[in-house]
T-cell receptor, first 113, second 113 residues
Framework: DAKTTQPTSMDCAEGRAANLPCNHS???????VYWYRQIHSQGPQYIIH???NNETNEMASLIITEDRKSSTLILPHATLRDTAVYYC??????????????FGGGTRVLVKP | GAVVSQHPSRVICKSGTSVKIECRSL??????MFWYRQFPKQSLMLMAT?????????EQGVEKDKFLINHASLTLSTLTVTSAHPEDSSFYIC?????????FGAGTRLSVL
């Protein structure tokens, strides 16, 4: 069952902020929101994760709505090397839940010059 | 630097041969590692969960006798594709579970002729 919904693709301009939306309306209280990206022919790369507070690191910012039903990944200044498929994943950190990362279709982001 | 090392990055083999892929967790001990498979233009599909010192847990539809997993130490898991056939050609990716973040190897592209 798909637990997240993301746009299939989006373009963004180099140097501008890229805002990637994700809907996770059935998220439960113990599930975190994780973002990964996969550049062509490489393994997925961890970007950021959060529970309910907004998070920021050197790669991106994660904005989670107050009801936790959706989130937005923000790449503040997109570069051509940010072209990739971005995956939004909800995951429980409770051991009994298996801790599996289940990948959906993701958003194919193309950064254009 | 890489947190998870996967080897080889690419392998081409004849139909009927077996291929072993190694996955090493470099920065931490991993009691749990994961093996994924990705066909062209598709998302990652979890094949199995590799548990150190015990049998792997396979996802539904994945043949355990064909995809042998060994997790003999806290830093090494191996996937052996036995009697490989052209339909096994795919991108195989391993992952190591850290405290809250799952890290991925660079992937192994298997081509069976």
């Amino acid at each position: 069952d798909a637990k997240t919904t993301q746009p299939t693709s989006m373009d963004c301009a180099e140097g501008r902020a890229a805002n990637l939306p994700c809907n996770h309306s059935t998220i439960s209280g113990n599930e975190y929101v994780y973002w990964y990206r996969q550049i062509h022919s490489q393994g997925p790369q961890y970007i950021i994760h959060g529970l309910k507070n907004n998070e920021t690191n050197e790669m991106a910012s994660l904005i989670i709505t107050e009801d936790r039903k959706s989130s937005t990944l923000i790449l503040p200044h997109a570069t051509l090397r940010d072209t990739a498929v971005y995956y939004c994943i909800v995951r429980s950190l409770i051991k009994a839940a298996g801790n599996k990362l289940t990948f959906g279709g993701g958003t194919r982001v193309l950064v254009k010059p | 630097g890489a947190v998870v090392s996967q080897h080889p990055s690419r392998v081409i083999c004849k139909s009927g041969t077996s291929v072993k892929i190694e996955c090493r967790s470099l920065d931490f001990q991993a009691t749990t590692m994961f093996w994924y498979r990705q066909f062209p233009k598709q998302s990652l599909m979890l094949m199995a969960t590799s548990n150190e010192g015990s049998k792997a847990t396979y996802e539904q539809g994945v043949e355990k006798d064909k995809f042998l997993i060994n997790h003999a130490s806290l830093t090494l898991s191996t996937l052996t594709v036995t009697s490989a056939h052209p339909e096994d050609s795919s991108f195989y990716i391993c992952s190591s579970k850290g405290k809250n973040i799952q890290y991925f190897g660079a992937g192994t592209r298997l081509s069976v002729l």
